[in-house]
């Protein structure tokens, strides 16, 4: 049945908020604050309806028309009818609310306006999409697991449209698509080279047919190695590299398929420069740095003058971090670990060790309540945080602020235009 619905907000995820008559909460994708529309009831709870957009009756006047043409059925975007400046303050909303309804005291704290992605489209160096065994190439349908073909995706960079093109053409056929179940295109910053990375189905062997671009010298191609073992490309070969230039500092960074960076490359320049200015000082001293990657931080803050001890799970990505910390500027000492981040401060607060600054960046899932116990004891002077969900960061916000610290900055940070993620950085003080 058709009813009709006033937005009161926007909510974490995306949807927007509105009441039925009785006060029942009603959740809808793709509308606007202030907006009047007409929904249709797909699943109801106790506590929520979550219902399908039918007509807009009253649109807001910060709605613009989505231009990619699955958007609404693509589950990849959600703010694409939203204006972009409207975006930005959309995200600030967002955390400001999430951080009040976890109790983080904001005392002395701004939060700071979203910082912008210097590209709203465009913006991805790597996607990866979904490939069922009808040869359809795409990303999940919103809700769903079917598949939606597309051709082009706007939110990636021309390289990799272009490459997406080409693959389709001249690579996917039936035999392929049996075989393998998603795949990534992967562009190199610094030198536009695609990478291509095959993501097996479950049952697939190493007698699978291999994708040959050997007429394309500017592909590579490599296998998912948690299911099959193919060898990992030689250090001296990156596949995958970017040039960075902070005050009088240049360097690059070099990486792999198999490590994590962050996909938005513009962007992250600019997350990179903020630290940079915030950890900016004339006597640098020990940092430790959680979730280091392949150096993203941690190569940056050595140049700086800080000592500096980082702490990386994958294998693959601490091997290139100290490959990428060999800098002829550099006088200062770095000490890579590959482990468990909760494993390594554990240890870290047996030996009573310190750093003044803690710096981390943790995947979606943030700490575990062991790890930011451990943290807090160590009492680091600073605690740089840089989040990639705020409901688990303002979780352990939550138990580092009753350890002692208070909440000095937070800046919002637009990585993920188009989409209702946002990036975040909090820069937290010892009491």
């Not at 979904?130 to 073909?149: A, E, M, T, W």
Request: proline share 6%; charged share 20%.
């Amino acid at each position: 049945m058709k009813q009709t619905l006033h937005i009161e907000k926007i909510i974490h995820g995306g949807s927007g908020l509105g009441r039925l008559e009785g006060g029942l909460v009603v959740m809808v994708p793709f509308v606007l604050p202030g907006e009047k529309v007409e929904i249709k009831e797909k699943k109801r709870s106790k506590k929520f309806i979550q219902a399908e957009l039918l007509e807009i009756t009253q649109a807001s006047p910060r709605r613009i028309s989505p231009p990619c043409p699955y958007y609404t059925q693509c589950g990849g975007c959600n703010l694409q009818h939203i204006e972009y400046p409207e975006q930005l303050a959309l995200k600030r909303t967002l955390l400001a609310e999430t951080l009040a309804r976890n109790k983080i005291p904001l005392t002395t704290a701004a939060i700071n306006d979203t910082l912008p992605s210097p590209q709203p489209f465009a913006y991805r160096y790597r996607i990866r999409l979904h490939l069922d065994n009808k040869q359809r190439l795409g990303f999940h349908r919103v809700g769903s697991n079917q598949i939606i073909p597309i051709s082009r995706c706007l939110l990636a960079t021309d390289a990799i449209n272009r490459s997406l093109h080409i693959f389709k053409t001249n690579y996917l056929d039936q035999k392929l698509a049996a075989s393998w179940k998603s795949v990534e295109f992967i562009e190199s910053p610094a030198t536009g080279k695609i990478t291509i990375v095959l993501h097996p189905r479950r049952h697939h062997s190493s007698n699978a047919p291999p994708l040959d671009l050997s007429d394309a010298a500017d592909y590579t191609v490599s296998k998912n190695k948690q299911h099959f073992h193919a060898a990992h490309p030689p250090l001296n070969s990156p596949q995958l590299q970017q040039q960075f230039s902070l005050a009088d500092f240049d360097y690059t960074l070099s990486w792999d398929s198999y490590c994590f960076f962050q996909t938005n490359v513009e962007q992250n320049v600019q997350l990179v420069a903020w630290v940079w200015d915030k950890l900016n000082t004339k006597k640098p001293t020990t940092l430790l740095d959680l979730f280091c990657g392949i150096g993203n931080f941690s190569v940056p803050l050595l140049l700086q003058g800080w000592q500096i001890t980082g702490v990386e799970h994958n294998q693959r990505s601490i091997a290139w971090a100290k490959k990428n910390s060999v800098h002829p500027a550099s006088t200062a000492a770095i000490t890579y670990q590959c482990e468990n981040v909760t494993r390594s401060l554990s240890q870290f607060k047996q030996k009573k060790l310190g750093f003044d600054v803690v710096l981390l960046d943790p995947p979606r899932q943030g700490l575990d309540r062991e790890a930011v116990t451990d943290l807090t004891a160590m009492a680091p002077k600073k605690i740089v945080y840089i989040s990639c969900d705020p409901a688990t960061m303002a979780r352990d916000l939550a138990h580092m602020c009753s350890s002692g610290y208070s909440v000095a900055e937070v800046t919002p940070v637009d990585m993920f235009p188009q989409t209702h993620h946002i990036e975040s950085v909090i820069v937290l003080e010892k009491n």
